[in-house]
């Protein structure tokens, strides 16, 4: 049963390096604006000057030129 | 893509609406395959193609705006190093980053196009948007471009950045969150205790298993600790404060129980004689930070303290050896030379020199018809051009002029206290806890029951602690301040519920909170107008920039049809041939007719007058019916309206006109004296009568808008629902005191216990969260009840 005089700070010391992840990471202002990223991730990145649809387009003209 | 965006789209049923506006329009400008309303938004539209931004319009359809006309030199202080060093967030060699308010932003597509700024201006290095706060944060290469270029390059997108007073004030606002973190450090230290203390739940010995008992136990003494000194920090500080200005709150038996709970463990524990309530103390404290985040539920776009510095523009323009310099307002002296274009505010008290004055003192005053003044006639601040360019000279220094005095007025310092039952509470259960505690100590130690009388005092302040009474309170008035932002009434601090169930005096102010800020019905009162008639008309008020021929403009309908013979006789009228007829449009008493009013005369036969009326807001009368509260209204306006006044207010009204903002103040005062005033106004010209007031309501057709200081913003398409919204405050209050009882039952129970020397750290355990839990779910449910019952009628959107 000593095992557990071990384990349990073990524990201890592992959830308390979420907390302090979680408060690093809420003092850095990750949390502080919870609305733009949400609608950030809608939009595309990499190439950002054409959306999906119009480089869909180009490649079809493409194919027609040829 | 379907996401939650604000915008209203038009139906494109019949009108065609432009590309990149979405505006509707009878005539359009077709250029690059699309229809655009005006050659801004082509330009727009220009820009962004050319950049290979067209993205912008496949994200959201119509998504721009029409920007505003860039005024040369509009942006010109920006170039001054120091007031952009006040502006900067930060800055470092060659780079800089400036964070800026940008009201435009509304939808995804703005998001889009801010972030892909550097496609279009190589030298913005990066740029984020804050989409609850409208905010761009942007970093640019300083040697390559200047701030001054990139605010004119969001105004020529549309998207104006909002530069004001108060942002060079040096003041960084600071981010608080430590709210967040000492919810987040008690959850994990109440977490951990709980799995710790679960041995002696189940019955752990003391005697046969002592290392282990004691190992848990020290670990438990450990993890309070920070909940105690960190986390209770507020209630430590706050009892401290309590007793130094010997008032109560319930702060303060709340402190009593923590120490009687922290303690008592470090003592039972050391003493290997217990296993300690740590965690209760570890649950209390997260519980009440936990109401605590309910309550404190802000609105960060929201700003409720505005005072005359974010009402004026930062810059203005000096003229001197007749060229046009621009300077920070702060910087202004008197004698200077300041030109004043049209729509722009007269940032300070001075005397007119150049040009003709029509100054609109709607937002000052609460008078709605614009002021002419003549060369040497004295302006006021605040007031705002409306006529084409002028020069005047400064009397007063921008911060000691008419309209900032109202400032230095005592309603402007110190805070309002709202809570009275908080106050009430604390000082019952500090008295009740102390008797009670001693009474019992005293009784056991008398009687020489065997239990220490110490031991019973501090079981008494344990169990005692109102925690579920402390809890009550901010979780209802959180959830209530939820439902009422939904309702369209925003409050700055929920507190100020309280103090709404109890108002007995409601005051209006008249111009932009009754009636509409900008649009006043106009009445032809006359012969009926042609389609012709309207055309001619309409044709030749096109040609005249005053206010009222504007607004006779935009109230007929018709084609525009050139104009000969135009002339405008000053404080008369105007006239012009239209189509072989002559028109005159003017003073009644300059057509030749008796009556006053603005009259209008084809080929010399008078047809009739325009009658220009305020127009008030919808469902007023409903509302105000409903209204059991003594009501008033403070106008700064003439009594010309009162009439129309007494008929909406069904004659049970106190009406006083041609208030001066000092009047109004003093007015509230006296009627707060006797009875708690709520003041409902719009303008700078009640600033001082909000404040003064118990609750000031600002009435706010755009909640980003400027509006003055105030306790609550009310958006004005909901100044309906004020009868809903004062009942639904004041059952939310019959809730907290309900509430309130089911916490007191809990007391009696868990003191029976205490007093008689029985109460085991697990009964405090499970009697602790139980009662949180259960008011929790009282308030949670009681308000969504309440909701239901109070806005039957789709108020709430």
Redesign the interface.
Known sequence: ?SI??PL?ILA?IL??FF?VA??FA??S?Q??????PA??M??DDGD????P??KKQNLNSNRRDK | ?E?TISKQHFATNEAISCHHCGEKCEETINSFGFDFCCQGCVTVFDILSSN????YY??EKSPGLTPTNLNNGKFAFLTDAETAQKLYCFESGNKAQVELNIPAIHC?SC??LL??LS?INPAVIRS??????KTARILFNSEETNLQKVAELLTSLGYEPDFNLADTDGKKKK?D?SL??KI??AG?CF??IML?SFPHYLGLDLNTNAT?AK??SI?NLV?GIPVFFYCGLDYIKSAFNLVKNKTYSLDLPIFLGMIALFFQSYYEILTATGAGYMDSLAGLMFFLLLGRFFQQKTYNRLSFERDYKSFFPLWTTVVQDNQELSKPLNKVEIGNLLKIRSSELIPTDAILKKGMAQVDYSFVTGETDPQNVKIGEKLFAGGRQCGASIEIEVTNKPDHSYLTQLWQNTAFEGNKNYSLLNIKAGLFFTVAITLIASSAALAHYVLNTGHSAIQVFTSVAIVACPCALALSAPLTLGFATRVLSKAGLFLKDSAAIEQLSRIQNIVFDKTGTLSEANSKSLNFIGKKLTTTEESLIKSLVAQSGHPTSRQIHNSLAGAIKDVSDFKEIKASGITGTVEGHVVRLGKNSWLNQTSTGTGVEIDGIFLGQFELKASYRTGLQNMLAKLKQKLFILSGDNDSEKQTLESLFQEKIDMHFEQSPQDKLSFINELKAQKDTMMLGDGLNDAGALQAANIGVAVADNIHAFFPACDAILKAQNLKNLDSLLSFTKHSMSLIKFCFLISILYNIVGLSFAVTGNLTPLLSAILMPLSSLSILIISATGVAILKKLTFRNGELK
């Open positions: 049963m557990i005089y349990a201890i959830a308390g907390l979680f408060l809420l003092h202002g949390f502080d604006d919870t609305q733009t609608q950030r809608l939009l950002q000057t054409q959306s649809i119009s | 893509m996401t290979g931004l067209e993205n496949k994200l995804i998001i889009w972030e892909n496609k984020e948007v804050n989409f609850g706060k981010v969150r967040i973190s987040a450090v994990f977490g951990n710790f282990t190992f848990f670990l993890l």
